[in-house]
């Protein structure tokens, strides 16, 4: 079997179209929700936004990196020093460093932990901001470090691409820091989306962003909704995923502009402007989400009980507050089972396999160990029940061999 190498993303986005229809047509556990129809429907006008929805100086982006860039302008950030997590995609650092910051590296601990005397022995007369992720939900020490921020005069952005509706206490990921960054399609079922949040009402001194095309939207939906299908749809299903495919090719045609993909590699400046679509609002205001929290935590329970005793997560326990955005495990020959993964319907996540170019010079052995084995088992609240059984299922036939 060929192993599949793979970063963020799930592995059936990475295949020839070929290839890719022989895995589709097994997929039951895709690593993304999916959306259904009645998601396009607004909830009640009552309904709570979380966080952070309910933030009025809040910008929505195409991308979770534009916001990135965007805010290294607001701030000034130009060839000033900016504390960064050796353990990284690589679009977050690459929309930094085309914004013209310096980085500074500093160690994340092989249980995806950021210990605050890493940072603050870091910091030095440049410093200007602290970069810190929380990494598939799971808070980082992020009051520590919005302490040493407020002492020593220094900027705190809390990256939560991965930490949407998460909180820490009775706070959520994101709201303790200066700035925040939320990467939207991985949690919720939007074709695109990002959202810059701000602690202080401070001005907008940017343009807004540009709206994208309406194909591009479609098009990214209809992958969502081949999502759900995939999950849900039984035998039933490869016909309208079939129809599903050839409408969304028709219907980019006749509406005309390019397709902008999400979950790309590099930031691409050409498109730091694009705002987030019209669609991608709609289906935000259908979401129920206390149920999707609810949903993330009971899979991930469910996996941990089935599956916990031959493949513990990186962490340790499922803390209150935390949507998990995924089920992290530590396995050895990782791409190759990847490829046994898909193979078998479910579409894990080969976490950031691949060192970016801009890497620190440094060793760091954790990090490296980080790249080399943590494989993301899916856990989104498209799974019900059954379908995680049989996930676990999977799990166990692959990793007891």
Request: hydrophobic fraction near 40%.
């Amino acid at each position: 079997m060929t192993a599949i190498d793979v970063g963020r993303v799930g592995a059936a986005q990475h295949l020839e179209d070929r290839e890719a229809r022989k895995y589709r047509a097994k997929l039951f556990a895709p690593c993304y929700p999916g959306l259904t129809l009645g998601m396009l429907v607004p909830r009640a006008r009552d309904s709570v936004m979380p966080f952070p929805f309910n933030q009025s100086n809040a910008r929505y982006y195409y991308l979770a990196r534009n916001g990135i860039y965007a805010l290294a302008q607001l701030w000034g950030l130009r060839d000033t020093e900016v504390l960064f997590p050796a353990f990284f995609h690589g679009v977050e650092l690459e929309a930094l460093l085309q914004a013209c910051v310096r980085v500074r590296f500093y160690p994340v601990r092989k249980r995806l932990q950021v210990l605050v005397d890493d940072v603050v022995s870091r910091i030095g007369p440049k410093t200007r901001a602290i970069y810190l992720t929380h990494f598939l939900g799971f808070p980082g020490p992020v009051e520590e470090l919005a302490e040493v921020a407020k002492d020593r005069g220094l900027l705190l952005i809390e990256d939560c691409a991965h930490a949407l509706l998460s909180r820490i206490g009775d706070k959520p990921l994101g709201s303790l820091g200066d700035a925040s960054i939320f990467c939207l399609y991985k949690t919720l079922p939007v074709p695109n989306g990002g959202v810059l949040a701000l602690r202080t009402n401070e001005r907008w001194n940017l343009p807004e962003g540009e709206r994208p095309s309406w194909a591009s939207g479609l098009a990214l939906s209809a992958d969502a909704w081949e999502r759900h299908l995939q999950s849900h749809g039984g035998r039933v299903r490869r016909w309208p995923l079939a129809a599903l495919r050839t409408a969304g090719k028709r219907v980019s045609r006749l509406l005309g502009g390019s397709r902008v993909e999400v979950d790309t590699p590099r930031f691409e400046q050409g498109y730091s402007t694009l705002a987030m679509s019209g669609l991608s609002h709609r289906i935000i205001a259908g979401q129920h989400f206390p149920a999707i929290v609810n949903a993330r935590r009971r899979n991930y329970l469910q996996l941990l009980e089935s599956i916990g005793d031959l493949a513990p997560p990186v962490f340790e326990g499922l803390p209150a507050g935390v949507c998990p955005l995924s089920y992290p495990v530590r396995v050895a020959d990782k791409p190759a089972l990847v490829a046994a993964f898909l193979a078998r319907g479910v579409d894990v996540v080969n976490m950031w396999y691949e060192s970016h170019p801009s890497r620190p010079v440094e060793p760091y052995p954790e990090v490296e160990e980080l790249r080399k084995s943590v494989l993301e088992l899916p856990c989104h609240q498209d799974l019900t029940p059954e379908i995680i059984e049989r996930v676990a299922g999977v799990a166990r036939a692959i990793l007891a061999t």
